[in-house]
């Protein structure tokens, strides 16, 4: 991206290509790839549009100057160890505000997939100049850096509506009027971040110690790689020796969804594959998912995919 001039880029990261206002970049890992598409806003100022399927994202980007970011995840959760062992998310809705001031960051992906923007403002070039025209309102860049991200902390916002009203336009912005629409959203979020009271609206979910969520890790790999058994909460609690309440817990944190709804997304996701690619009856299907009653086993698919069975195979998935 254009703010590649202040730091080198990770080796995992490559220019796709670029124009007068737009610069392409693919990130590359063994469990994927995503695409950084940034635009240059204003000096200073950049809006970075992330497209990720990948399990893991390693970034290497440590400034050399005063950064100021402000993360959106439209889509997907990203997951970061803490300097403590533990682990936090950041899930759709959800903004994540800090000074990229930590050194090399593994970033992973629970859900395979993440789909977000970030603003990136470098302090000194942007200055106080792009602003200007707010008539004297004092939107001071250092001070919301200080307030967001003093001490090298992150900040981390829930979805609300307000979030949600500020970033829903800028996933739909036309092209003939992208560059003024880019200034104008900018000025929108941060006017709004001068409005939020840091101890009020930061709600924080609960962190979860590297342990459990290894636990977690290793639950979801047993119950994916064997869609045919149903497991019960209490065989995984005693087989994991992870505690139920705290179990529930933390795999809702780590995947953000129940152990039994994950598992049925699974499973259907995994029979539609097999509707579009084999001539398997519907009645096997359901077997291999687990389901001795095809019944079940379609208005379970039809919970998932809108559709049954038969009208999925019928429509070619």
């Not at 390693?58 to 062992?85: K, N, Q, Y």
């Not at 942007?126 to 004092?138: K, V």
């Not at 900040?155 to 880019?182: D, G, K, T």
């Not at 049925?264 to 009653?293: C, P, W």
Request: some cysteine.
């Amino acid at each position: 991206m254009a703010t590649w001039k202040y730091a080198e880029p990770s080796k995992n990261v490559a220019l796709v290509c670029k124009d007068a206002t737009c610069e392409v970049y693919k990130v590359s890992d063994a469990s994927g790839e995503g695409i950084m598409t940034s635009y240059a806003v204003m000096p200073g100022v950049w809006v970075l549009y992330h497209d990720f399927h990948m399990e893991n994202c390693f970034s290497g980007f440590h400034p050399s100057v005063a950064m100021f970011c402000i993360d959106h995840c439209r889509e997907g959760r990203l997951e970061w160890e803490t300097e403590r062992a533990t682990y936090m998310y950041m899930e759709a809705g959800d903004i994540q505000i800090n000074a990229r001031e930590q050194p090399t960051k593994l970033y992973r992906f629970p859900l395979k997939h993440y789909h977000g923007l970030t603003v990136a403002l470098a302090l000194d070039e942007a200055g106080e100049q792009p602003f200007a025209l707010l008539d004297g309102f004092p939107l001071d860049l250092r001070a919301l850096s200080s307030k967001f991200c003093g001490g090298g902390r992150s900040f981390i916002m829930r979805a609300c509506a307000q979030i949600e009203h500020v970033f829903s336009e800028l996933y739909n912005i036309p092209e003939a009027i992208r560059a003024p629409m880019f200034r104008i959203k900018v000025l929108e979020l941060l006017l709004f971040l001068c409005t939020v009271n840091v101890p009020v609206h930061t709600v924080e979910r609960p962190y979860f110690h590297k342990s459990q969520v290894e636990k977690v890790k290793a639950m979801m790999e047993l119950i994916t790689a064997n869609p045919t058994r149903h497991y019960t909460l209490a065989e995984l609690s005693t087989q994991f020796e992870f505690p139920l309440t705290a179990m529930k817990a933390c795999f809702k944190g780590v995947y953000g969804t129940s152990i039994y709804a994950y598992m049925k997304n699974f499973r259907m996701n995994l029979a539609a594959v097999e509707l579009r690619k084999t001539t398997h009856s519907v009645t096997r299907i359901a077997q291999r998912m687990g389901y001795d009653n095809a019944s079940k086993f379609a208005s379970a698919f039809k919970s998932i995919l809108q559709l049954t069975p038969a009208q999925y195979r019928r429509l070619g998935g």
